[in-house]
């Protein structure tokens, strides 16, 4: 059985027993969402029967189409703040903001903790582009000590962004990393990820597209850091 995006009018091929999905049966047909994207399958009933159900696909693909074509960024020109520049963006809520050093928050809004008007960011960097490389101060040299690093990763064309431990150390419970999957550094996020020590890492997979890293460490005792690459997870054909 054949699924047929009807948003972008190309056909693709699923496993419509997979449970994950959310799946209604409506008729002749099986009307699945995912990530926003309504998709349908078509069996081997009678035409106009068919035709029936082709109706309804035609409004959602019409509804889904129109949503997509929707530029936030266009749409208000004061949506990101402090300087940052607004890329139009895959998932929700439909662009990213690429903030300054600083900032942080879907709208570059606020700072990072503990960072102010008096008190710079002193390490740290922003990241925009499909995949990259993130290494601690001084890599491969120890980083500082008494560091807060904070790095903000956004793809504007990614569902998901998966993160490679090339190499990682830090002082084991004293210094480590923090994934913050979102707009902000923020400790009570349910899926955070905290890396310490030096046990080998495996990939990280986020289901969004933006994410805050924190690397922190003490006053004595240097950690050796790290180097971790990253790459976007796309929809196939992503125009963005
Ligand atoms: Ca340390």
Redesign the pocket.
């Known amino acids: 059985m054949f699924i047929q995006r009807l948003s972008i009018f190309r056909f693709e091929y699923y496993n419509i027993t997979d449970p994950s999905w959310s799946q209604w049966l409506i008729g002749d047909w099986t009307v699945k969402l995912v990530d926003g994207v309504f998709l349908t399958s078509m069996s081997t009933r009678p035409l106009l029967k068919q035709l029936s159900w082709l109706l309804f696909g035609i409004l959602l693909a019409t509804t889904s189409t129109s949503q997509a074509q929707i530029n936030p960024c266009q749409q208000s020109q004061q949506l990101c703040m402090n300087g940052a520049i607004c890329r139009q963006a895959y998932l929700n809520p439909g662009y990213i903001c690429e903030c300054q050093g600083e900032w942080q928050g879907q709208n570059c809004e606020q700072r990072f903790p503990g960072i102010t008007p008096s008190i710079p960011k002193e390490c740290g960097s922003n990241f925009y582009s499909d995949s990259g490389v993130i290494v601690s101060t001084n890599y491969p040299l120890p980083p500082n ?1 008494n560091e807060d690093c904070y790095y903000l990763v956004r793809i504007p064309s990614a569902e998901s962004i998966t993160f490679y431990f090339d190499a990682f150390h ?2 084991n419970h ?2 480590g990393l923090i994934i913050y999957p979102g707009t902000t550094v923020n400790d009570q996020l349910p899926d955070l990820r905290t890396f310490i020590g030096t046990d080998q890492i495996a990939p990280q997979t986020v289901n969004t597209n933006q994410v805050v890293l924190y690397w922190y ?7 050796g850091g790290f180097s971790i690459r990253y790459e976007a997870g796309k929809l196939k054909n992503c125009s963005l």
């Not at 460490?217 to 950690?223: K, L, W």
């Open positions: 000590d830090s002082e004293k210094d460490t003490d006053f004595n005792v240097p950690s």
